[in-house]
């Protein structure tokens, strides 16, 4: 099957809505990153979309709605602590776990007895949900240990002849994934860092902890969590002494390039690609400049961030991507 990137008029999300309806995967925009979509309700369609990434069979998947659509479908019960979190950050790049009524496809949550909801602010996902009304299975559109796509034609280098259908929604604005919250005690329990930080949620409900580190085979909260993940076809190093690590890969053959904000790399008289100058503009960057770094090079040199506030969620998944010299 070819792929197509649809541009998001109205006849192209019909195109697409109808395509989810008959049990087909979408590719989809959002702010955080670009999504693969199938309907929640139909097993079928869903289990496609863990032969499409290659997709752990343990890992389960956030479902997405319009910001009309009526939580209490999916959903057993929704106590303040969601209530006040949904309040203040959705439609936005904020996933909530909370308890399921089992009415979706048993794939979606792997054998959990929770869902995890999510309601993107990006104006052409709301317009496709709406369209279909239906809550949309949707992991990142990426094959499985590999960074998520942030624009239509990445997904479709990912994906292609996996699905009909891309809408190109431009790229993402986030650039990386959206927090997970577990919202199903009174304590907000962070499962994977985004852009709305624990210092934000912790505003909101007074209170907030955060799930750090995992082991293997420890049963987890948050399945995801345990994968490496977010790995470009080429070794990505930490940056550390980088005159002399980007010397060393010469030294092996490689053909290195360094990666960061504009501040770490502007004096720097090597192959480079700048991040930006600010931490937003980083997550933003991050994804796509590792795609044309491993187009383009054999070795990637990575400049970290401060590991606080948005920099703690960013440096989780740069922590996912480098290995050691
Ligand atoms: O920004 C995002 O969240 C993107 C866009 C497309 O919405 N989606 C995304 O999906 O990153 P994915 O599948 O790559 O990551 C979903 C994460 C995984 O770590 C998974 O384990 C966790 O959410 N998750 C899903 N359902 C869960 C549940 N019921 N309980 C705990 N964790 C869950
Ligand atoms: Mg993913």
Same mark, same amino acid.
């Given at each position: ?15 697409? &809505? ?7 995967? *979408? ?18 369609? *869903? ?13 389960? !998947? ?40 089992? &009415? ?8 959990? /007895? ?15 949900? @709406?369209?279909?009304? !239906? ?6 559109? +990426? ?10 034609? $990445? #997904? ?26 577990? =919202? ?29 580190? *995992?082991?293997?085979?420890?049963? #987890? ?21 980088? =005159? ?32 930006? @100058? ?5 997550? @933003? +960057? !991050?994804?796509? $400049? ?16 401060? /590991? ?13 991507? #480098?290995? @050691?010299?």
């Amino acid at each position: 099957m070819e792929t197509k990137i649809l541009q998001p008029t109205k006849d192209n999300i019909k195109l697409a &809505s109808k395509a989810l309806k008959a049990g087909n995967l *979408v590719g989809v925009p959002t702010e955080t990153v670009y999504g693969l979509g199938a309907n929640a309700f139909d097993s079928k369609a *869903v289990a496609s979309i863990f032969a499409a990434k290659n997709r752990p069979q343990d890992n389960p !998947l956030i479902v997405h709605i319009h910001k009309n659509y009526d939580l209490s479908k999916l959903t057993s019960y929704i106590n303040k602590t969601a209530h006040k979190l949904l309040k203040a950050f959705t439609p936005g790049p904020l996933t909530l776990v909370l308890k399921s009524n089992n &009415s979706v496809s048993p794939l979606v949550s792997r054998g959990l /007895d929770t869902i995890a909801i999510r309601i993107p602010s990006h104006k052409v996902a709301q317009q496709l949900l @709406k369209e279909c009304d !239906l809550p949309i299975a949707a992991p990142s559109a +990426n094959i499985s240990s590999r960074m998520s796509a942030t624009t239509a034609l $990445s #997904v479709k280098q990912e994906l292609d002849t996996r699905l009909p259908y891309i809408i190109d929604g431009g790229a993402s604005q986030v650039g990386i994934e959206s927090t997970v919250v577990d =919202a199903t005690k009174d304590t907000p329990i962070i499962l994977r860092p985004g852009i709305i930080t624990s210092e934000q949620i912790k505003k909101v409900c007074g209170k907030v902890e955060e799930i750090t580190k *995992v082991k293997d085979n420890e049963k #987890v909260a948050s399945p995801g969590m345990k994968y490496k993940h977010y790995s470009p076809n080429c070794p990505v190093y930490i940056a550390d002494k980088v =005159a002399q690590q980007y010397r060393h890969l010469q030294s092996l053959n490689l053909q290195p390039v360094v990666l960061g904000l504009e501040k770490h790399i502007k004096n720097l008289s090597l192959d480079k690609i700048s991040l930006g @100058k600010t931490n937003k503009d980083y997550a @933003k +960057n !991050l994804y796509q $400049s590792l795609r044309i770094a491993e187009q383009n090079f054999t070795a990637i040199i990575l400049y970290g961030l401060k /590991d606080e506030k948005f920099g703690h969620s960013i440096m989780n998944r740069v922590n996912k991507i #480098v290995e @050691k010299l």
